[in-house]
Nanobody, 116 residues
């Protein structure tokens, strides 16, 4: 059974940091391209960051560039999103996604709220 379980979300003040984790099981994690998306209330889901299967190439959206970093540990079947210098506009539900060929899996999401 394929599972992607996000954790690490919560309430943080502007300027603070959080690290999200996404633990994968039920598929060959090291063969999958992994990404983080987010969806704010009333907005479409958007890509935040992505990383290749071996972790050699990463990409982040312009809106988070320089503040967010994606990484993965294939030995632990986990992908991370380090979020620094958080802003209120980063408030959203954050989802991880796994992609390989015709296979696409989503996690259930974790809420991140940036507010004073």
């Amino acid at each position: 059974q394929v599972q992607l379980v996000e954790s690490g979300g919560g309430l943080v003040q502007p300027g603070g940091s959080l690290r999200l984790s996404c633990a994968a099981s039920g598929f060959t994690f090291s063969s999958y391209f992994m990404s983080w998306y987010r969806q704010a209330p009333g907005k479409e889901r958007e890509l935040v960051a992505a990383i290749t299967s071996a972790g050699g190439i990463t990409n982040t959206a312009d809106s988070v560039k320089g503040r967010f970093t994606i990484s993965r540990d294939n030995a632990k079947n986990t992908v991370y999103l380090q979020m620094n210098s958080l802003k209120p506009e980063d408030t959203a539900v954050y989802y991880c996604k796994a992609d390989r060929l015709v296979y696409h899996y989503w996690g259930q999401g974790t809420q991140v709220t940036v507010s004073s």
